[in-house]
């Protein structure tokens, strides 16, 4: 090789550079071909940015599928902790971003059949949390580990949530998950009829009853995990309005809940939910921390509900919270970090 064609080689940009530019250009059969001549799909640039995000920039529905297909995962992250839905949303391209989330939707569900049929004998989803001490400090409740349990920014959406399941005067309502009573204050001002509340926690539960929650005209206290009390919940039913917010659960815990308070049990007894004009609604954390993990997530939630005859409206509500260091200062994991908030309301399928 002449010392010419040294230099020029050295010059040539690599077949992965190459295909990270011709994702970045929205080039989706130039990028094919890329590949086929044996470019690395997986390849990632010095910010970690993967073909996937450079794909969504350019905004082209094609280049953003194809890379999907070849393997490159949804939620991919770059060195920034940004997804390639920020790169999407941010250059206005919503077919790219419903393109991930779409993929999004697949996937989880493709993971969800996978683990069907796996057997856990592990703990109860929260039992560390429950067996460990909490301390409220100024305007946040945190666990052992400083993870934020709930902080008082959340109060104007509590507001909402609790005049959303409330919408009018002598409701009986239940709450599971007391933390900080924020939107059981809020419910104290919506002159109800019966307000249920279950809390697992200890040290929350003793400071319930410290604050005299047990003394509160309407007010009964379920101490223990709702898995445990459904039957004593029961009794107390059906419910007008419904709220849930709990801690160190997860996914499957919400749908196990979902599943106990809209199904009839033995066959007979009615919902805990009132049929027809009960209105449910719940802490929508979900994917918090990523809009497209959490608009992934609630389109999932969503049909979950619905095979239960659940209807599901997201109403857009804005924090209005500035999420910076200052926030979240103090605590170990930011659980939110989207500008807008998808509120629930769900309802019984009208026939």
Known sequence: MSDIDKEQESTTPSKEAQLLAACYEGDHKKVKGLVKQGAEIFVTDGTGRT????????????????????????NSLDVGNYTAGDYAENDGHADAYNELVQAGIRAELVLRMLNADSVSNEKAANEDYLSQPVEYSGNKLVDAEKNGVMMSWEAPLMELHAQAICP????????????????DSALQKLNLKKHVIVEAHPDVYN???????HLKPSVHIIFGRWQ??????????PYDGIFFDTFG?????????????FSTRDGEQVPIL???NGIYSF??????????????????????LLKLGITTEY??????IVMDEETWKGVKRPYWMIKSYNLPICKWQLN
């Open 51 to 74: 073909a996937l995000h450079f794909a969504a920039a350019s905004g082209d529905v094609e280049t953003v599928r194809f890379v999907l297909e070849s393997g490159v995962p949804w």
């Open 168 to 183: 009018s005067a002598g409701s009986t309502v239940l709450n599971v998950g007391f933390g900080m009573g924020i939107i």
């Open 207 to 213: 400071h319930m009853r410290e604050a005299g929650w």
């Open 228 to 237: 445990d009390k459904l039957d004593e919940i029961q009794s107390h039913g």
């Open 249 to 261: 659960e997860f996914y499957k815990d919400l749908d196990d809940f979902h599943r106990a308070i």
């Open 274 to 276: 009132n049929k027809p």
């Open 283 to 304: 802490f929508n954390g979900l994917g918090g921390d990523h809009k497209l993990f959490h608009d992934v997530y609630c389109h999932i939630a969503r049909a979950d």
């Open 315 to 320: 109403v857009q509500a804005s924090s209005d």
